[in-house]
């Protein structure tokens, strides 16, 4: 049995390389080392699991151009991941990158994950980045989350594309915008 | 006696602004006129002169004929018209525009109500009937010369004429006629 | 095909006289629109055109030529041009700062148009959603008005998103 452990201990130092992302060069030079650590860890967690990890990265370099303190910056870094991971369960083991990006914003503007799964379920075989950001879009600007929902799983349903669906945007924030203002629709 | 082109540019080339300012002074107004027609507002027209001296002075050791300054300077206006058009479906800068800058200098009444229907005519031609439009009769291009500008062939050329004609004659026929 | 040649359209039209008179008639445009340029040129830390000046090394700080390479040969691939405007009349500098640079505050620097107080810049993206502000002289943040405002912005300082189909 001898000649097996090292062999053992070098898979599984090998196994342990291939979780770890690449140290982010851009975290060292632009956070605290301790906060460049700490990002760093999560970066990890996100790859590790298969998740993407730019968005946290982008996300700490926000928050130290900002002038966010490093508590605040892990914070919400780990919110970030925290919302990818629950993108992830709403769209599928199979999401894209930009879809959980997109899927994680959709969850923190107040979406619910059912409407994440409508639209998984209505629009296979094409990204779900667009409908999924122009759903986002359309809550955050006013419109209520139900009727958003129905409009966007409307085109997704008609299997219409991108551009259709951020033409659907643009009318829905010129009606928002002369609701607004008190103009008739 | 003003300098040639060839000479501005040359000097520009050496490090000269001033002669590049003399190039510009050359030809902002008339190109600018074109800009102004193509885009159909005074704004845009003038972000389309400025990003084209810019664009000019930075390429400018590509001008192969220096003597011609002004020719390639114009392709580049109506390359950047063309570009700023095509981006009005982003709906930032173009609805598609009426002009909004008419110049008046005291004409009559009847005066502006004719620039103002020439203008809108204008504006509701198809943008490449106007293009052909606008440097065949308001800039005086030959065919061939239109030819070397858009990169189209001398019988499209003619045909987008023809068109931008009949187009203008139909939407101004009344008016003119009053 | 048969056409009625230009000249025949040309002679003893007075429609087409009248029209052309008028569209020939002057436009004043701003008369500091060369200042603004010159001024462009010499903040570009680029004074002289060289000679033979490949296109990268013929480029402006400022992204001024970025329009110019897109959709040549250099441009990359599956990439779409954007371009960002903003009023930001008493402003003497601004950039924009998001996903797309790192968020670096001096990567992407917008230049003043011909219309005065607004200023533009082109991006090349790929397509996806970006979270970005503008910096208005280094020390104001501001969101693009022009797109939907970031419901992801966590530091206080509001954010728009840009979505790239």
Redesign the interface.
């Known amino acids: 049995m001898r000649p097996i452990r090292p062999i053992a201990v070098l898979m599984l130092l090998l196994l342990q390389a291939s979780v770890l992302a690449a140290q982010d060069r851009?975290l060292g030079e632009r956070l605290d080392p301790g906060t460049a650590a700490a990002v760093q860890r999560l970066v990890d967690s996100a790859h590790a699991t298969g998740l993407p990890t730019e968005?946290l990265v982008?996300?700490a370099?926000?928050?130290?151009?900002?002038?966010?303190s490093a508590e605040?910056i892990q914070e919400?870094v780990g919110?970030?991941l925290d919302r990818l991971v629950h993108a992830r369960d709403a769209l599928g083991p199979d999401a894209g990158q930009?879809e959980l990006?997109?899927g994680?914003?959709a969850l923190?503007?107040?979406l619910a994950p059912a409407s994440l799964r409508q639209l998984h379920a209505l629009r296979t075989g094409s990204s779900l980045?667009?409908p999924i950001?122009?759903l986002?879009?359309l809550?955050?600007?006013g419109l209520p989350p139900d009727e958003a929902t129905r409009e966007v799983l409307d085109l997704a349903r008609n299997g219409r594309s991108?551009?259709e669906?951020?033409a659907l945007?643009?009318r829905m924030?010129e009606r928002l915008r002369t609701t607004d203002s008190g103009a008739p629709p | 006696m003003s300098d040639s082109d060839a000479a501005l540019v040359a000097r520009t080339l050496g490090g000269d602004l001033e002669a590049f300012a003399a190039l510009m002074a050359r030809y902002r107004d008339s190109f600018g006129l074109y800009a102004f027609h193509m885009l159909g507002n005074r704004e845009d027209a003038q972000e389309a002169m400025q990003d084209s001296f810019v664009r000019a002075f930075g390429a400018l050791g590509k001008c192969r004929d220096p003597e011609r300054f002004g020719a390639w300077l114009f392709r580049i206006v109506v390359n950047r018209c063309r570009t700023m058009r095509r981006r009005s479906h982003r709906g930032r800068n173009f609805g598609w525009p009426l002009p909004r800058d008419v110049p008046a200098r005291g004409d009559a009444a009847d005066g502006l109500e004719w620039r103002e229907e020439i203008n809108r005519a204008l504006a509701r031609l198809r943008p490449h009937y106007r293009e052909a439009f606008l440097l065949r009769y308001v800039r005086g291009l030959e065919y061939d010369e239109m030819a070397h500008v858009t990169g189209a062939n001398e019988p499209a050329l003619r045909m987008r004429v023809k068109r931008a004609l009949d187009h203008l004659r139909e939407l101004l026929r009344d008016v003119h006629d009053t | 095909m048969s056409m009625t040649p230009d000249t025949g359209l040309e002679r003893d039209d007075d429609l087409l006289h009248r029209v052309v008179t008028e569209l020939r008639r002057p436009v004043a445009l701003d008369p500091a629109l060369d200042t603004r340029v010159l001024d462009v040129i010499r903040s570009g830390g680029q004074r002289r055109p060289g000679r033979s000046m490949p296109l990268a090394g013929a480029a402006l700080a400022a992204g001024v030529l970025l329009a110019l390479l897109v959709g040549k040969a250099g441009a990359p691939a599956g990439t779409r041009e954007v371009r960002l405007r903003l009023s930001a009349p008493s402003s003497s500098y601004v950039s924009v700062v998001g996903d797309f640079n790192d968020w670096n505050p001096a990567g992407t620097p917008l230049r003043p148009t011909g219309n005065p107080g607004v200023w533009t810049v082109e991006l090349r993206l790929k397509p996806g959603r970006y979270h970005y502000a503008f910096l208005l002289d280094g020390r104001r943040w501001i969101r693009d008005p022009a797109e939907p405002p970031n419901a992801e912005s966590d530091f206080g300082t509001p954010t728009s998103v840009l979505t790239v189909s």
């Open positions: 851009r968005p982008q996300k370099l926000e928050g130290k151009t900002m002038g966010a605040r919400a919110a970030l930009a990006t997109a994680a914003s923190r503007a107040g980045a667009v950001s122009v986002t879009d809550v955050v600007q991108d551009d669906f951020v945007r643009r924030e």
